[in-house]
């Protein structure tokens, strides 16, 4: 069965230092994996995905995700985290024997950069 | 371009009554899916509609119903609402059901309180 995991509730950083939010999947075969960040109040906007080739992932806003196949793992990371990151981030896997627009996602992690 | 609108964006309904939530996706977006956002269960998959056809269906009771127009747009039914049903719904939208690179855009939601 498909699976993600954000073993992390909570992380907190300090502006300026790099963050690491985590993920782990689980999943039949090749996944597709995405992050996702939802703000108060409102819907989730997509930062990065992952399909195949490079393991280094460049998404939006300067944020970049690791795939490691041997580890299941996509973490998702960022140089120097702003306040303005502050967030609930999701991680997400999509089973490629399944339709579009099923994703499994991990239950989020909230993301506090503090000044 | 417009992003996916969700109407209306709060309601409040009485147990026992039931709901239409709608979602107009981004223009030239023929797949529709419908997420459930709870604090206890997270992000749970309900449908998904291509074509005002379901190409998939999460595991909720047959309360929960789904349609798609001809013109991609799509609403949601919930009927003989339950306290637990009180959750933000998302609707999400790709271009198809079966294109993987595609990313799901959601809406900011539509926040369902049940009493």
């Known amino acids: 069965a498909q699976s993600v995991a954000q073993p992390e509730d909570q992380v907190n950083v300090a502006e300026g230092n790099p963050l690491t939010v985590k993920c782990t999947y689980s999943?039949?075969?090749?996944?597709?994996l995405f992050w996702y960040v939802q703000y108060p109040n409102r819907g989730l906007q997509f930062l990065l995905k992952?399909?195949?080739?490079?393991?280094l992932v460049k998404g939006s806003y300067g944020f970049e995700a690791e795939f490691n196949k041997s580890q299941t793992s996509f973490h998702l990371k960022k140089p120097s985290a702003l306040v303005s990151d502050s967030a609930l981030y999701f991680c997400?896997?999509?089973?490629?024997?399944?339709?579009?627009?099923?994703?499994?996602f991990g239950r989020g992690t909230q993301l506090t950069v503090w000044p | 371009k417009a992003g996916v609108t969700q109407t209306p964006r709060y309601l409040i309904k009485t147990r026992g009554q039931q709901v239409t939530l709608s979602c107009s996706p981004i223009?030239?977006?023929?797949?529709v899916s419908w997420y459930q956002q709870t604090p206890g269960q997270g992000l749970q998959f309900l449908f998904e509609?291509?074509?005002?056809?379901?190409?998939n269906k999460g595991n909720f009771p047959g309360r929960f119903s789904g349609r798609q127009f001809s013109n991609s747009r799509s609403e949601m039914n919930v009927s003989t609402l339950e306290l637990g049903d009180s959750a933000l719904y998302l609707c999400?939208?790709?271009?198809?059901?079966?294109?993987?690179?595609?990313?799901?855009?959601f809406g900011n939601g539509t926040r369902l309180t049940v009493t």
């Open positions: 999400a939208s790709s271009l198809s059901h079966n294109t993987y690179n595609s990313p799901l855009h």
């Open positions: 992952y399909i195949t080739g490079d393991n």
């Open positions: 223009s030239g977006h023929r797949s």
């Open positions: 997400a896997v999509r089973d490629r024997g399944s339709t579009l627009g099923r994703l499994y």
């Open positions: 509609y291509f074509s005002e056809t379901q190409r």
């Open positions: 999943v039949s075969g090749n996944p597709y």
